[in-house]
């Protein structure tokens, strides 16, 4: 199956401080997204992303669609406590004609921690 | 507003017993997705489901379990003859429509440990 390489595994930072990961596949894919993932929850939406090259924020968050549809990162400012948690990216999958499905496949995790 | 939700949050069995998780997606959504997580590992595909239907399983072990999505009642994952590798959280999605453009709103997780 289609593989998503995630880094960094884990990152320990103070409050206040920027944040960026990112998210490499060797295929393309038309759609990336960023989910957050709390202990013990199921994780959460943050950023859905259509378009090569497309930047899109949510409030502190952003993120990036790379131009070769191959990669992805997210950014996080002025980071505070609530921001710990498992960030995971994901691609949407398409079937053999293009048409996307409904599988997500998902990279491994960056585990943010963050010291007050 | 409910969100997908999912039972039991954890349920324990031996090996050898049968496992049934239970989703129920959000009102209005006709599209579920199974996902199971390994400690500190990723979410993995399971399935895909549409009322009645089985869209894409490929992500389902060949043997010991299923699914299913009925006209009425939640969906439900089956996992029979359990054994100590099934033990992971199980995560339900759904979306209101095929594939949800990737937007698929998950469930808290059935916490499954097999003794």
């Known amino acids: 199956g289609q593989q998503l390489n995630q880094s960094p595994q884990s990152m320990f930072i103070q409050e206040g401080e920027d944040v960026s990961m990112n998210c490499t596949s060797s295929?393309?894919?038309?759609?990336w997204l960023w989910y957050k993932q709390d202990p013990g929850e199921g994780p959460v939406l943050l950023i859905a992303?259509?378009?090569?090259?497309e930047l899109t924020s949510n409030g502190r968050l952003t993120a990036q669609f790379g131009i070769t549809r191959k990669d992805s990162f997210l950014n996080i400012s002025a980071s505070i406590p609530s921001d710990v948690g498992i960030y995971f990216c994901a691609v949407l999958e398409a079937n053999a004609g293009g048409t996307s499905y409904g599988k997500l496949t998902f990279g491994q995790g960056t585990i943010l921690t963050v010291h007050p | 507003n409910a969100g997908v939700m999912q039972n039991p949050r954890h349920l324990v069995r031996r090996r050898g017993q049968e496992a049934r998780l239970r989703c129920s997606p959000m009102k209005g959504h006709s599209h579920v997705y199974w996902y199971r997580q390994l400690p500190e590992e990723g979410l993995k595909f399971m399935v895909y489901l549409q009322k009645e239907n089985i869209i894409d399983e490929s992500g389902m072990p060949k043997e010991r379990f299923s699914a299913e999505f009925p006209k009425e009642g939640p969906s439900i994952l089956r996992i029979q003859q359990v054994v100590r590798g099934d033990s992971a959280a199980y995560f339900c999605?759904?979306?209101?429509?095929?594939?949800?453009?990737?937007?698929?709103?998950f469930g808290p997780g059935t916490r499954l440990t097999v003794l």
């Open positions: 992303l259509y378009k090569a090259g």
């Open positions: 999605a759904s979306s209101p429509a095929k594939g949800g453009r990737g937007k698929q709103f």
């Open positions: 295929s393309i894919f038309n759609t």
